[in-house]
């Protein structure tokens, strides 16, 4: 795939998928080591734990689930579209998620619970705004879909077929990212706790910043309809 990418994608790709992989380490060490990025394990322990009848463990679960649906539909009702597009207001939801990080610290603080249905929805928020660019997936908050392309572009190679190098280069990046966010952010929990989370907060509002002055650089106005 013949992808021109910009470096405003690059750059927030890759800040993004770190900050993932931050709040993900920190919810599943401080919330009963479930993931709180994305929902493929989440949904198969709620199955689990209906066969089991926990129903604490259910509703917990369930509100995980709706909590980053949640996210998503706020995104949708921001950005008004999936396509990435230098003009949308990434900055509005990135200001959002900073701040739903930002509360979950005393909420984990007060009750673990709460704190991951903050920490969940700022995620689905996130994923929600980073969805594709130039017909290609771009997902920060999970990895299925960067390992699944890397193996797609090494099928190739062996069968020496041309090879997407910027979208195996931008997969690379988003995996790079999401795991020295988790390093990062399982080496902040053990010394700070929950504050941990305020780390991606600010990387988050950073990355808000970031895109707004950009925006405002080049010239590009608001978009005020998909």
């Avoid at 903050?118 to 879909?145: I, P």
């Avoid at 399982?186 to 970031?210: D, E, N, Q, S």
């Amino acid at each position: 795939m013949g992808m021109r990418l910009p470096p405003w994608v690059w750059i927030g790709a890759v800040a993004l998928a770190c900050v993932a992989g931050m709040v993900n380490v920190i919810g599943y060490l401080g919330f009963e080591h479930q993931a709180v990025s994305h929902l493929t394990g989440t949904t198969s322990l709620l199955g689990a734990a209906l066969v089991e009848r926990d129903w604490r463990t259910v509703l917990h679960l369930w509100g995980v689930v709706i909590a980053f649906c949640a996210g998503a539909t706020v995104s949708g009702v921001i950005l008004q579209d999936e396509t990435l597009r230098l003009g949308r207001r990434y900055g509005a939801v990135l200001a959002l998620e900073a701040a739903l990080l930002a509360t979950a610290v005393p909420m984990f603080e007060r009750a673990q619970i709460y704190g991951a249905l903050l920490a969940a929805m700022a995620c689905g928020l996130q994923n929600a705004m980073v969805t594709t660019y130039s017909g290609a997936l771009v997902r920060t908050t999970h990895l299925s879909g960067m390992f699944t392309d890397l193996g797609i572009g090494l099928g190739h190679l062996i069968r020496g077929l041309p090879l997407p190098i910027k979208r195996l280069t931008l997969s690379g990046l988003i995996i790079s990212g999401f795991l020295g966010g988790g390093i990062v952010g399982a080496w902040l929990y053990g010394v700070i706790g929950y504050h941990a989370l305020l780390v991606p907060a600010a990387l988050t509002g950073a990355t808000g910043i970031g895109y707004t002055v950009y925006r405002h650089w080049r010239g590009v106005p608001l978009d005020s309809a998909p």
